[in-house]
């Protein structure tokens, strides 16, 4: 019986049947897995057919959060949401902040376990004694905040939270999101396309259960020493005012600010789209998460148009990546993506990858139904969104992902997508940061840096480098040496964050977690006893099990690897001029520590 | 958060006696707390199981109440909210609200005196509300002037 911290409960949906099952969480069965994503992975790997349509009737669909969330730990926000992706065709995750976590962990279940396709189009609203089945024939083409407030109008509570698709999830694009809180977007490897493929436009949660702490005045003192650390942190005025949006100027500055799709790593026109520039034209006001201090999150108006955001992977994406320098475009663009529940990073890349095969002479617009785009043009971009949303003409192809497009296509024109497993690329060049570069390697989800954010590598504790990972070298972002320690460091400290769940922007970039902190707060939290070496155990089974769920699915030590450009083409100007990423030796060490065979 | 917290020890919006309220189509979230009206509707209660406290606030006589629900109907902006038999209306913590201390953005002031606002043209467009719905609506009110600044600033 789980008392403390957990709801101890897991909820299954089967929407084929319009059936329900609550039942209670095995502590055994939890505790080497914490919750969150590790939990909603092992899950999977246990019941998921590992060969069944990402887009078919058996695909699971988990909705998961952890012991912490929603508790007094500071950033307790986040949600995991966990299925076959249907972008990759491996283990699919992504997660969110917002307040729909914490809303779902006073329902008192773990996590939502959905299964089967309704046969006409329905959302669910999960309170404490279970699942209300609703048809929405209604809700079809509805955007995000609109089926947030049908729902709460309809259900007469403005507290319920939603997570919800847009047209884009509907129509199965691959990339398609899933989206709460009004702006809060699970936007990679395609969990919207799922959602949609099971005609489930939302998951809506009110509940009632009030979180318990097995030891409160120890998780205070614990959490008080975090919100200390928080407050006091160099980086807390800058996060405050710009969010991750700060990343725009900071990676200029060294040079790896993705430019023209990664041709450049310097943008000459970077103070026009900067995360400063939107501070003081466009922001209105500061937005959080449920129970965080840093508020990192920003409000703006822009036109006629306002929204929540951009964090810094979209306002990159559809502005210096795809050589727009209109801020106000971008802007709007975030905006119109949150609301149809499309990805905005892999439909950043499939127009990038586009203008640049077409300037390449690589792809003529014939072969994309008479498509043609050029830099920044913004009519184009607008249009092309909306074909991929909505999947009109070629925008059917578009909407499976740049990777498979790309098989129409030369080898060069392939050879150019930015991507690892089938999975679209962040906005930095991994080619003046190398531990970013392994992460997207190794990432079990394809290329990401979130699996481990070494976020230290940009920090410059050269003593505290050589303390931990026993190389100074792991400070110095143009190095190899250390960066596999590193990682394999810090992708345990963001499966923590992850698990618990807080926000890795301030568990991990902020440098708050690490295991003997957590295992004081579970131990608090949980009253399970959760030592330091305990902890570092469970953890590296739980990446050996995302490896092995992959590994199953086809996957082998060749498909970690990066694209060919970062390997191979050094970046021609700037702080990282000269620069390639010997990607193999970093991929080789990595190996090495998980004892991974070849 | 902080409010239930301290309350109770546990967590979770139902046992907060300030409630937030996220109102995304408009960009505003906001709390929504007893603001000691001029008019103190909720003391109206016919068993006589709210009273004013000397620094302005209500308090609830848990023996008293028979939970019949007539102080969460009459609070205009739905401040006063009965969950699982227990009335949750806001008690000033003996005059250092959790809430100020834990609001890193200086959003939430206590000014101390014992009257606050008129609420009597909110009373009655809210009527016949759920305390939700009624938060909703005042968040709304003190959103349309937050709004109007911001279009003036970004027009």
Redesign the interface.
Known sequence: MLEFGYGGRILRIDLTERTFQIESLDPSWVKPVIGGRAANSKRLFEELDPHCDPLGVDNILIFGVGPLT???LTASAYYTVTAKSPLTGILGDSAAGG?FGA?MK?TGFDQIIITGQADNLIYLFVSDTGVKFVDCPDYKGKKI?ET??AIRKEQ????IQVAAIGPAGENCVSFAAIVS???RVNGRTGMGAVMGSKNLKALAVR???????AD?LAF?AENREIDRKI?EHPEYKKRHNLGTTMLMTDLNSIGILPTDHFQEGVCGYVDEISGQKLASS?K?????C??C?V?CSR????NDV???GPEFETLCGFTSRIGNRSLPFALEMNAYLNQIGMDSISTSEVIGWIMECQEKGLIHPKDLDGLSMSWGEEEKIRQVVDMIAFRRGIGDELAKGAKKLSGRFSEEAQKLVMHVKGLDIICGDPRGIKAYGLTYAIASRGADHLRAEPYFELTNRKEEAKKRFGTEKAADRLAEEGKAALVSYSEKIALLADCLTMCKNIGLCMDILNLERVSSLLKAGTGLDYSPEYLAKILADAIDLDHAFNKRLGMTRKDDTLPDRFVNEPLAKGPTKGATVDIQKMVDEYYKIHSWEE | ?AC??FH????????ARI?V?????L?I?GPVVCLQCEEKYCLKCPEKALALGPLGQIIVSPTVCNLCGVCEKACPIGAIEI??DIVYVCDLCGRKPKCVDAC??GAITFAGGKNGPSLETIKKETNKM?P??K??YHLKILGEG?RKK??R??A
């Open positions: 929603g508790t007094f307040q809303e006073l905040l947030t407030e007469r509570d403005v507290d809180s009004g702006n509940g009632s259960k009030p979180v318990e702490l409160t205070l407050l466009h209105v006001k500061n937005k959080s449920f129970n201090n508020h409000y703006y108006m822009v306002e929204a929540e | 958060m239930a917290f109770t020890g546990k967590t979770g919006n139902r046992l409630k309220a996220n109102l995304y189509e960009g979230d969950f699982k890193t953005e759920s939700s719905q938060r909703e937050l911001w279009s600033k970004h």
